[in-house]
């Protein structure tokens, strides 16, 4: 009896194990203290081909009986949340470049993602799944502005890879965080590759560019972010070499994935693989489409190809499931990473909620890097800053003073808290100067002005013009602009001319501070001889008008450099549609400019003295070392942009020079500071389109150290062997 009582002990334990074995295997991929892959893995086992599918496109369907719910990956943080409420908005992404300050830069994505994940938060508990509302952002980009035509060139970091590349890892890490285990949010680093217009042709726009420009320029940037921990690379909408970028296999799987060792995801952009048989017609329907673009190695798709065809590609064979399965298992480990199948709680970022959302030190920062920024164009007879108790009538007028789209730029938030330029010269001075505000023009009548009989009757002008996001950026959004969102030239509009000339006559001699806002190169000589100041602003973002009025009034001084060459005229450059670096950028332009890339005055003068010079030879393994003592030979506190240049051997389209290294350093008055410059050799390679792979040429070499492309304060020779 007692054994047999034994027995039926032991059989009923054993089915407690067995139950309880199948039920944890069966919820494998929500138990949290497995790996991802394993994870991943028992998820994928879990769903039908057709539940898989539904997962494939940036309208994430939700799959009830596991537990998933829907999911829109489109979700944007260019400088600051986007279309999704209150935020705080930074500097347009170009502004952001012109600090030259990646610390700055990767503190600001620091705030973007946590706002993201409040907001995330918040929209959760109320079982919302917005779009704009995620964790997944479609940022950074990285594309080279190449040309100062290109509309969304304001979206970008600039003309330089290097530059693009230190910004573009520093934005990257802030939305990511740091935690080992959990992505904070996802970034996507985009558009895959060489994509920097023309905007209206962008989608059946083929791009000619041999390797050596694709490799140096156009790829660099990528390649450094994929090191760096990138989640997530973002194709794009045209050609390149007669290929679709959302269906080539070369870039994608060979380039991407083999060689750089990309283990995260791809996204096409937004219809990119309707593209394909529509436009570019390269493929001849969705369902060929959809094969092609999954065996290249696209794993989501911002469209609904996808998820219409690949069950069709699959049983028509063109597919199998597994190679479905390994796009959508890319798709789920970053979900996973972003903790979207664990508990809420166990989440590092679960208590962010509401007061984290645009906070006093956000909005701080906001203003920091609107003032870091700014750059200082020409400053007569020193003018700025200007002593207000000289000044008490000021008259701010001009069509982007009070507007809203000229502190936002494009791919924009919205903050309750938005301080124009107009808003920040009034609460800046005492309240016994007279302020007064004129629109002044707009930005087509070359006859009919405004402001100018009051400007006459103050003490000083502050005009504020430029260009505005309806006037450049994307094919669509810049509705005004004359080419598909791309400019046709580099003038401000003709009224902005007449307008400033006609101040210019009406207030005589007394001065005028000319503000100008863009994403790009304009004219600036059309008006720099009726402003005794000019200060490119870019779009500032909601602190623009505070960060202005800092700096006309002293207590900033101007600290941004040009993250782009200004050009004379679009006519000393190649056709639009050509990419060929030839005569492009600093590093290949030829002729005479108006401004320099990396120029930028400041209300003091710095001087560099070597401390540590080059060694005369180095090797491949080596690492070029100096060391710079700058000297602040004002009297008054500033920052310097030490830029360190790269002069390569006399070979055949070698740069002229090309940045390599820099650093933005405090200075106070009279004082002096040393910088470290580190380069290590092997940033000199170069492709050897010959035997397609990287080269270091040995030759004679210099280094330049100065504040801008032109500049050449320190210069060194050195031997590579």
Not at 185 to 202: I, N
Not at 221 to 236: C, D, P, Q, R, W
Not at 246 to 251: E, T
Not at 424 to 429: E, K
Request: net charge neutral; aromatic share 10%; hydrophobic share 40%.
């Amino acid at each position: 009896m007692k054994h047999l009582l034994a027995k039926k002990v032991s059989l009923l334990f054993l089915s407690i194990f067995l139950i309880s074995s199948t039920t944890f295997a069966q919820q494998s991929y929500k138990n949290a203290s497995l790996d991802i892959d394993t994870r991943v893995k028992d998820l994928l086992s879990k769903l039908t081909l057709a539940e898989k599918v539904s997962l494939l496109g940036y309208r994430s369907q939700a799959v009830p009986r596991l537990g998933i719910p829907a999911y829109n990956w489109w979700n944007e943080g260019l400088h600051g949340v986007a279309r999704a409420g209150e935020a705080t908005v930074f500097p347009q992404a170009i502004g952001l470049a012109a600090t030259f300050n990646p610390d700055l830069i990767q503190s600001v994505s620091d705030v973007i993602s946590t706002e993201a994940r409040a907001k995330y938060n918040l929209s959760i508990a109320k079982d919302r799944h917005l779009q704009y509302m995620g964790l997944t952002f479609w940022t950074p980009n990285i594309n080279i502005f190449r040309d100062p035509r290109w509309g969304r060139g304001q979206e970008t970091y600039g003309e330089d890879p290097y530059l693009t590349s230190r910004i573009g890892v520093a934005f990257v890490k802030g939305l990511q965080g740091n935690d080992p285990l959990h992505l904070k949010t996802a970034s996507a680093a985009k558009h895959f590759v060489a994509h920097s217009g023309p905007e209206a042709t962008r989608d059946y726009f083929d791009a000619i560019v041999d390797e050596k420009d694709l490799r140096e320029t156009y790829m660099y940037a990528f390649h450094k972010l994929v090191n760096s921990g990138v989640e997530s690379i973002m194709t794009a909408y045209n050609r390149v070499n007669g290929i679709p970028n959302s269906v080539n296999k070369h870039l994608i799987s060979d380039v991407l994935r083999k060689e750089w060792g990309f283990k995260g995801h791809v996204v096409t952009d937004c219809g990119a693989l309707d593209d394909v048989f529509l436009t570019h017609k390269t493929i001849p329907n969705a369902t060929q489409t959809a094969a092609a673009a999954i065996k290249a190695g696209i794993d989501l798709d911002c469209s609904s190809v996808l998820q219409g065809d690949v069950i069709k590609a699959v049983q028509q064979k063109l597919l199998t499931e597994k190679e479905v399965d390994t796009a959508l298992g890319r798709l789920l480990k970053t979900q996973f990473k972003l903790g979207f199948f664990d508990e809420a709680a166990k989440s590092p970022y679960a208590t962010y909620g509401a007061d984290s959302i645009h906070s006093t030190q956000h909005i701080a920062l906001a203003r920091k890097a609107a003032q870091q920024s700014m750059v200082l164009l020409k400053n007569n007879n020193n003018i700025l800053p200007l002593k207000e108790a000289n000044y008490p009538a000021i008259m701010v007028l001009g069509p982007n003073a009070a507007s809203l789209d000229a502190m936002l730029g494009s791919y924009h938030g919205v903050s309750s808290k938005v301080v124009n330029f107009v808003e920040g010269i009034t609460g800046a001075v005492d309240p016994a100067t007279r302020v007064e505000y004129d629109l002044g023009c707009d930005y087509r009548d070359t006859t009919h002005f405004g402001g100018i009989w009051g400007a006459g009757n103050a003490d000083l002008t502050i005009a504020v013009l430029g260009l505005s996001p309806v006037l450049e950026g994307e094919a669509g959004d810049a509705f005004l602009a004359e080419n598909g969102g791309d400019k046709k030239n580099l003038s401000l509009p003709a009224s902005e001319i007449a307008f400033m000339k006609a101040l210019r006559k009406g207030v005589k001699k007394k001065p005028i501070i000319a503000v100008i806002t863009a994403g790009s190169d304009v004219d600036v000589a059309a008006i720099a001889e009726y402003a005794d100041a000019i200060l490119y602003a870019w779009y500032p973002g909601e602190q623009g008008g505070n960060a202005l009025a800092d700096i006309v009034f002293g207590k900033v001084n101007p600290s941004g450099r040009l993250p782009l060459t200004f050009y004379n005229s679009v006519n000393d450059l190649p056709p639009y549609n050509s990419y060929s670096m030839n005569n492009r950028t600093y590093r290949y332009f030829k002729g005479q400019v108006q401004y320099p890339f990396g120029f930028g005055l400041s209300y003091t003068t710095f001087n560099y003295n070597a401390d540590v010079t080059p060694k005369k030879q180095y090797t491949f393994k080596d690492t070029i070392a100096v060391t710079v003592a700058v000297k602040n030979a004002g009297s008054v506190d500033g920052d310097e942009v030490v830029q360190a240049y790269i002069k390569y051997p006399d070979i055949d389209r070698m740069p002229l020079k090309e940045l390599k290294a820099f650093k933005r350093v405090s200075v106070p008055k009279n004082g002096t500071e040393k910088v470290s410059i580190k380069i290590p050799v092997d940033e000199l390679q170069k492709w050897d389109i010959k035997n397609h792979k990287w080269k270091i040429y040995p030759g004679t070499y210099q280094l330049v150290l100065g504040s801008s492309s032109a500049d050449e304060k320190l210069i060194s020779s050195f031997q590579i062997k």
